[in-house]
């Protein structure tokens, strides 16, 4: 069909047609328009307005359920204890606090996909590439961002002066056992951006954690814990980091020249966007006290249309991402 | 236990769940049913919670009895389940030809869904759910139009109901799983809510109801001295269990698609399973609302649809003219 040419009519399907049968060309012939619109109707800037509902989940220390548009994750944390005297290679003495916690493998967490969210994550095996490499990023993210001090997950234990001691030396404390956090998260819903849902999820569970007063007694030998609430903690993190996720679509291909191409940064792509696009860029921003920090983690694979300008331009919006997340999450 | 490669593994030496000393000052308090021998809990249930799947549905019991004052223990749980199914889909090119409709279920607990973690790997109990679930649902199903499909369902436990109460010593195992049975009940109607959302032919609509008889008070020696009737039992609110039963009941046919029945009836079988169908024609009812009015809404989209306009909330789609 040629432009302006006033002969014969073209062809009219629904929308969901032309999204099955060409889902490139759909897309494309959104966004190259004066004003470019994706096909859910978001701008390319636009993202997904958040949702967060917290300690819900009776059995858990901390849980949180987020929605973003219709990606739904569930993640709940569980407090278990691990005896020092069961920890095979106690750690160095010279190993500093910050890396005290991924030396132990304090915090568990795991993602898992296969709960029939979408008809591509059916249950039955085991989990596959995408399960493992979300769950190793976040594990990663976890340790990188120091989100946990250890002193927060030690039992610590005063052992009583013997005779041999005088009176004016100190009582030494003794770490007896830690906590250890399960972070299991379900994703109940996928649409699209698993890993910016399934972290924010992972930092508001965690916020909601309540971990009860826990102390060693030398008779049992044992870890016991005070079942009042009142003797409970809340957990307190370190950090706030959010991450926000960008995806290019670009009209590059094999039979055009190199150069000759058009390409479009999405902010938050959903599924259909998702299988579209081969290059994607992830920005998680620190929190430094009441404002956004700097960068915490930069990652970006697929592709090259990303430049410096552009990069620039995804971190500004990543920066107002926070603050919109920040609020969500009520301080 | 074996390292899991693909997934991450708690930390090597194995953790322990944390041990409670007694409160000294507060005196544990086993919650006691308040509503009627025959009344139901309130239930929640709404579908279409996972657009991307043929259809789904989300099931809930909220806790009942308030929290015990200041304890971090929580007194007994609610149940909260969620379903989606996928299908009708075709088959793989090698499978051997079925005339029918190939029906898949899988149930699992999510790890936080009770009081001790659960694993990732499905165990024999969640096996056991998911052939319960599969007899209830096949019974219902119009397999015929459909030669050649399959069609999954898949039910995840996000909360599930416990067996017994925490307080009683050494109550948990020896409870003998009636926990299961709640679950399964909330199983069968979720699957049931969903399977209409994804617009599989079925005969009716089938709900799961649950009875059991207890016993609350002080046995005498003699077998049905004290032991009642209840429907819908709690486990946590009941000093013993006797036996339990769960149906799959499909109310406009009067016919039970599924029945499991556990533990020491005695000479009252016929009316056990009387008081499991009677629950399960008040879920049905729930079950019924809910139904309507997810059909009312994608009625008035569809008409909304022809007008050339879909009505969403996530933002105005434009048609645009494709060229080239």
């Not at chain 1, 569980?78 to 003495?93: F, M, Q």
């Not at chain 1, 992972?202 to 609430?229: G, H």
């Not at chain 2, 607990?109 to 599969?134: I, K, N, Q, W």
């Not at chain 2, 809910?290 to 007008?307: F, H, I, Y």
Request: proline share 7%; charged share 25%.
């Amino acid at each position: 069909m040629a432009n302006g040419s006033p002969t014969a009519p073209g062809i009219s399907f629904p929308r969901q047609t032309f999204a099955k049968l060409t889902p490139g060309p759909f897309l494309h012939a959104h966004l190259k328009q004066q004003e470019p619109i994706r096909a859910s109707g978001r701008s390319p800037e636009d993202f997904r307005k958040p949702n967060i509902n917290t300690g819900s989940l009776t059995h858990s220390n901390g849980s949180a359920v987020v929605r973003v548009g219709d990606t739904a994750i569930v993640c709940g944390v569980r407090a278990e204890i691990l005896l020092a005297s069961d920890i095979p290679h106690p750690p160095r003495d010279d190993l500093h606090e910050d890396d005290l916690v991924e030396d132990l493998g304090l915090l568990v967490p795991n993602l898992e996909l296969s709960t029939g969210c979408s008809p591509a994550h059916l249950p039955g095996s085991a989990p596959g590439t995408l399960a493992q490499s979300l769950s190793y990023r976040i594990l990663s993210l976890i340790n990188a961002s120091n989100l946990v001090r250890p002193s927060d997950l030690a039992v610590l234990y005063t052992e009583p002066q013997t005779e041999d001691d005088t009176p004016a030396e100190e009582a030494s404390k003794v770490t007896k056992a830690y906590w250890t956090l399960y972070i299991d998260i379900l994703c109940i819903a996928l649409d699209g951006n698993p890993f910016d849902a399934a972290w924010a999820a992972v930092i508001a569970a965690l916020q909601n954690t309540l971990l009860p007063k826990a102390w060693w007694d030398p008779d049992r030998e044992a870890v016991l814990c005070s079942p009042l609430a009142a003797d409970a903690r809340q957990l307190q993190l370190n950090d706030v980091p959010i991450a926000s996720t960008f995806a290019v679509f670009s009209t590059a291909s094999p039979l055009k020249r190199r150069n000759e191409f058009d390409s479009w940064i999405l902010a938050d792509p959903d599924s259909f966007e998702e299988d579209l696009c081969k290059e994607s860029l992830t920005i998680v921003v620190a929190s430094k006290k009441a404002s956004c920090g700097g960068i915490l983690r930069l990652e970006k694979t697929g592709g090259s249309v990303i430049g410096k300008v552009s990069m620039q331009q995804c971190v500004r919006m990543a920066e107002d991402r926070w603050s919109e997340w920040k609020a969500v999450m009520g301080g | 236990m074996q390292a899991d490669r693909r997934r991450i593994n708690a930390p090597p030496g194995g953790t322990a769940p944390p041990v409670f000393a007694s409160p000294k000052n507060t005196t544990l308090k086993r919650p006691t049913r308040t509503r009627k021998p025959d009344e139901h809990r309130k239930l929640f249930l709404r579908t279409g919670v996972v657009p991307s799947a043929s259809g789904s549905a989300y099931y809930e019991i909220p806790p009942q009895t308030p929290q015990q004052q200041g304890l971090l223990v929580p007194a007994s749980s609610s149940l909260k389940i969620t379903c989606s199914v996928h299908g009708p889909r075709p088959l793989p090119r090698n499978a051997a030809f079925s005339p029918n409709l190939l029906l898949t279920t899988h149930v699992k607990f999510a790890p936080f869904a009770t009081r001790s973690r659960r694993g990732y790997v499905r165990d024999a109990g969640e096996r056991d759910l998911g052939m319960h679930l599969d007899t209830a649902l096949r019974g219902v199903i119009i397999g015929e139009r459909w030669p050649k499909s399959g069609c999954e369902v898949v039910i995840t436990v996000l909360e599930g109901e416990e067996d017994g109460w925490w307080g009683d010593a050494g109550g948990k195992d020896g409870g003998g799983g009636w926990g299961m049975m709640s679950v399964l009940a909330g199983c069968i109607t979720v699957a049931s809510a969903a399977l209409v959302d994804a617009g599989i032919d079925c005969v009716d609509m089938v709900s799961g109801g649950v009875a059991a008889l207890v016993c609350d008070g002080q046995d005498d020696g003699k077998t049905d001295r004290g032991a009642r009737m209840v429907l819908d039992p709690s486990p946590a609110e009941h000093r013993e269990i006797r036996a339990a039963c769960v149906v799959g009941y499909l109310q406009s046919r009067d016919e039970v698609t599924e029945m499991w029945m556990k533990g020491d009836v005695g000479t009252q079988v016929e009316a056990l399973l009387d008081e499991a169908v009677r629950a399960a024609s008040l879920t049905r009812s729930v079950l019924a609302e809910a139904l309507r009015e997810a059909v009312e809404l994608k009625m008035g989209a569809g008409l909304d649809d022809a007008n050339g306009g879909l009505k969403e909330d996530k933002g105005k789609k434009k048609d645009v003219v494709m060229s080239g």
